[in-house]
Nanobody, 112 residues
Framework: QLQLVQSGGGLVQPGGSVTLSCGAFGLTLASYNIGWFRQVPGKEREGVSCSRVSDGTTQYLGSVKGRFTASRSSASNTVYLEMNSLKLEDTAVYYC?????WGQGTQVTVSS
């Protein structure tokens, strides 16, 4: 059974950067599509990125395109979400998602 364990996040100033990590246990992530999502209280969870194994591409939410980069490390079986030029509206709980499993979520707060 796949288990995803997240780390990273925290308080960041506008314009700053942070990288989230999502380590996998029980499955090899390189074989699966992996997504990052975020959720703000009172709103539905929205997809931030989706990395596809079939063609090696990653799609991004329009509002984060050019600022966020999803990547994966086969050696450590970990996926990352590098977040740059952060804006106040990026404040949310971020989740990684794999086949049948979600990470526990990590808070990213963008504030001055």
């Amino acid at each position: 059974q796949l288990q995803l364990v997240q780390s990273g996040g925290g308080l960041v100033q506008p314009g700053g950067s942070v990288t989230l990590s999502c380590g996998a246990f029980g499955l090899t992530l390189a074989s699966y599509n992996i997504g990052w999502f975020r959720q703000v209280p009172g709103k539905e969870r929205e997809g931030v990125s989706c990395s596809r194994v079939s063609d090696g591409t990653t799609q991004y939410l329009g509002s984060v395109k050019g600022r966020f980069t999803a990547s994966r490390s086969s050696a450590s079986n970990t996926v990352y979400l590098e977040m740059n030029s952060l804006k106040l509206e990026d404040t949310a709980v971020y989740y990684c998602a794999g086949p049948g499993s979600w990470g526990q979520g990590t808070q990213v707060t963008v504030s001055s």
